[in-house]
């Protein structure tokens, strides 16, 4: 199956996860949450801000112009580290994340 394709559907997961916890429909940080260099903006916004505003609007922009795909994807290590105390009620998110970072693992 084409890479995109499969991106998108996880992307879709992602969001159908974070619309499940109630934290897709909340408000954009300010410009200045997204000028961080540290990765996961982790000092400016809350990790699934990052994934709404930062990752997934960037893998849609990727997607809607078929640009060259990331090759390493590796995010499932820091959401683990994130929910670490709430596994269980994240882990549909985190399943979904694992399957994004599965979907760049392959060649």
Same mark, same amino acid.
């Given at each position: 199956?084409?890479?995109?394709?499969?991106? +998108?559907?996880?992307?879709?997961?992602?969001? *159908?996860?974070?619309?499940?916890?109630?934290?897709?429909?909340?408000?954009?940080?300010?410009?200045? +949450?997204?000028? *961080?260099?540290?990765?996961?903006?982790?000092?400016? #916004?809350?990790?699934?801000?990052?994934?709404?505003?930062? #990752?997934?609007?960037?893998?849609?922009?990727?997607?809607?112009?078929? +640009? !060259?795909? !990331?090759? =390493?994807?590796?995010?499932?290590? %820091? +959401?683990?580290?994130? %929910?670490? =105390?709430?596994? *269980?009620?994240? /882990?549909?998110?985190? /399943?979904?994340? %694992? =399957?994004?970072?599965?979907?760049?693992?392959?060649?």
């Amino acid at each position: 199956m084409d890479k995109y394709i499969l991106v +998108a559907q996880r992307l879709e997961e992602i969001r *159908s996860e974070l619309e499940k916890l109630g934290l897709w429909d909340v408000e954009r940080p300010g410009e200045e +949450a997204f000028t *961080s260099d540290i990765p996961f903006n982790m000092n400016t #916004m809350e990790f699934h801000e990052w994934l709404r505003f930062v #990752m997934i609007e960037t893998f849609n922009t990727v997607l809607e112009n078929r +640009a !060259p795909l !990331p090759q =390493n994807v590796k995010i499932f290590p %820091y +959401a683990t580290e994130v %929910y670490r =105390n709430r596994i *269980s009620e994240y /882990k549909g998110l985190l /399943k979904a994340i %694992y =399957n994004l970072d599965l979907v760049f693992a392959q060649r």
